[in-house]
């Protein structure tokens, strides 16, 4: 069986437990209220349960992403998140070799859709696109500064 995510992504290991809850949690949810980066602590911390399936930044980074022909078009080379810690885009790799050539791309997290295959027991991107239309689309550039 499979457990559909959608991809709101885990903001919530920056700082947003709730964005996470509403978005990632297949299974358990979390009694955390939302925290905000930059403010000041409250009191006493809060803290969350994490089940076994939850998707983490640390397993999505590098994930190859397939399209609907079940072909790989791309891999999730990296994650934007807003001032308020909202995931903004998924940044793919597209095309390259060992690191050459490669053609990056920031795409709408609401365009991938991560799964969980219970019988792999592995996690699965999907995009309905191609290749060729990844690699024609405007490039991301990492910003010089900040």
């Known amino acids: 069986m499979k457990k559909t995510v959608l991809l709101g992504l885990t903001a919530a290991l920056i700082a947003a437990p709730a964005f996470a809850q509403s978005t990632m949690s297949p299974s358990t ?6 925290a905000t980066t930059g403010s000041a602590p409250s009191s006493a ?10 998707m983490f930044t640390s397993k ?5 992403v397939y399209n609907q022909n079940n ?27 060992l690191g050459m050539g490669e ?6 997290p609401s365009s991938v859709h991560v799964a969980y ?4 027991k592995k996690w699965k991107a999907t ?15 990492y910003p010089t500064t900040g």
């Not at 949810?29 to 939302?34: D, I, R, V, Y």
């Not at 999505?60 to 190859?64: C, T």
């Open 71 to 97: 072909e790989s078009i791309g891999e999730i080379s990296d994650i934007a998140i807003t001032k308020d810690n909202q995931v903004q885009a998924l940044i793919l790799s597209v095309g390259g070799f």
């Open 127 to 141: 995009m309905n696109t191609t290749k060729e239309a990844l690699k024609a689309a405007p490039e991301f550039k």
């Open 60 to 64: 999505l980074k590098g994930l190859n």
């Open 103 to 108: 053609h990056y791309v920031a795409v709408a």
């Open 45 to 54: 911390p809060t803290f969350a349960r994490v089940s076994s399936d939850e």
């Open 29 to 34: 949810s979390s009694s955390a209220p939302a």
């Open 117 to 120: 295959d219970q019988a792999s």
